[in-house]
């Protein structure tokens, strides 16, 4: 991600009502080709929810600003391109020819932002790993399953065929169908939500909504992604599960996503911070950058990168995991570190994320018929990354939310929060910046 700085489009949106209060330059008219045209971002500034303020209610306060900048971009470059917004992440996405984007750039009250060009995002995708986190005794003695909560998969899609897991929703913004399913999307579900009497997940009665952000190939944009927060805070999920992120290392270094992200503000960390104001908690992958990291530092590209954490796990109020290995809780070796891009601690917590075997996709014959009788050992697979660690977290994040509501208990994110990080975080002795306050143990 590129950003072309000017005068922030905040700044723009302070005046009063809805109104832009830039003056139109005759320049802006200019008619251009069609073709060929950048995917681009204006982030329409950095609104916040108000204290009491619904998603409903901030969505269209949110609108409200969004749409004056659409009719201006209309009037003032003439695109002919969709215009789509993003409300979490206060942003529109559209499409703008070399010469469209040359007289908005010079523009000083807009911020561009190159959307990505469909980056192959790391694949950052249940055995003992509940042993690990002292699941079957809480579960044992709570009898809690997750019975009522909602939480959100926002990944590359979900085998809702899977006879181990059932999902209650299904939407897209990638523009894949649901019915193809991500074998990444699939294992973090079952992590979290499988059904399976063997390899039973956290909280296996969620209602579990599938959102799929990406292609099945892991291939997305981060306007997907902020797209995908607007509908799981549609479809009203008290948890985002995101295994996903973009990394800050350049494109010169092979899988660098060359995404940046100083303060915490881009439309994907802004996303995620209003979602939680809005009462979801969202739970995020750190990244499994350390590994590439450290050949960086040692070849001397140390410098090119301000975080080894991805966006939009260094979001301020993302609860932000990385991964240690079963049984000797040593830091996976791939998992990233903090501090943030702005020096914030991170990641809050570490569970399991190394060989964590879980569902994935069915098998399809030539007209995509899931095979409903496979053997299981074409049912479950193995996988490791910081994206394992993080449905255990959020399913753990459900089961707290279930008891907090049985025993008529606050249930919103801070509150949820303070009890995981308080109550159910066993310290490891390793740097807060590794491994966070230590690694999560539910009894």
Wanted: glycine share 10%; hydrophobic share 45%; charged share 15%.
């Amino acid at each position: 991600m590129i950003r072309v700085q000017g005068t922030r489009l905040s700044a723009a949106l302070a005046g009063s009502g809805t109104e832009l209060i830039y003056t139109a330059a005759p320049e802006l008219r200019a008619a251009a080709s069609p073709v060929p045209v950048l995917p681009v971002v204006l982030q329409a500034g950095q609104l916040r929810p108000a204290p009491g303020e619904r998603w409903p209610e901030f969505k269209n306060r949110v609108a409200e600003r969004l749409g004056p900048l659409i009719e201006r971009l209309n009037y003032e470059v003439g695109t002919a391109q969709e215009i789509t917004p993003s409300y979490a992440g206060n942003a529109l996405a559209t499409a703008l020819t070399v010469d469209e984007l040359a007289v908005v750039t010079e523009h000083p009250d807009i911020v561009v932002q190159f959307a990505d060009l469909d980056p192959l995002l790391p694949v950052v995708m249940m055995d003992d790993a509940a042993t690990d986190i002292g699941l079957p005794a809480f579960t044992g003695a709570t009898s809690l399953t997750g019975a009522g909560v909602k939480v959100a998969v926002l990944d590359s899609g979900i085998d809702a065929a899977h006879p181990a897991l059932v999902v209650s929703t299904q939407v897209e913004t990638c523009g894949e169908p649901v019915v193809i399913p991500g074998t990444h999307g699939t294992h973090c579900a079952g992590i979290l939500a499988s059904r399976d009497s063997a390899l039973r997940g956290v909280a296996p009665h969620v209602e579990l909504i599938d959102v799929k952000v990406l292609r099945a190939n892991g291939t997305g944009r981060h306007t997907a992604v902020t797209r995908g927060v607007d509908e799981a805070l549609d479809l009203g999920a008290d948890v985002l599960s995101m295994s996903l992120g973009f990394n800050h290392l350049p494109v010169s270094i092979s899988g660098g996503h060359g995404w940046t992200c100083p303060d915490g503000t881009c439309p994907l960390c802004l996303a995620v911070d209003n979602a939680v104001a809005e009462g979801a908690m969202v739970v995020v992958a750190a990244g499994n950058e350390h590994e590439r990291c450290q050949q960086a530092r040692m070849g001397g590209a140390g410098l090119a990168y301000d975080t080894e954490l991805g966006c939009p796990g260094q979001a301020a109020r993302a609860l932000t995991v990385g991964a240690h290995h079963k049984k000797s809780y040593a830091p996976a070796w791939f998992s990233s570190s903090g501090p943030t891009a702005y020096w914030n601690p991170k990641p809050e917590l570490c569970a399991p994320g190394v060989d964590i075997m879980s569902t994935i996709p069915l098998p399809r014959d030539g007209e995509g018929v899931p095979q409903l009788n496979a053997q299981r050992v074409l049912q479950f697979g193995v996988m490791s990354g910081t994206s394992m660690a993080t449905p255990i977290v959020a399913g753990a994040c459900a089961l707290l939310i279930e008891q907090a509501r049985k025993a008529g208990e606050a249930d919103d994110p801070d509150a949820i929060r303070q009890r995981l990080l308080g109550q159910h975080v066993v310290p490891v002795g390793g740097p807060v910046n590794v491994l966070g306050a230590g690694r999560l143990r539910m009894a």
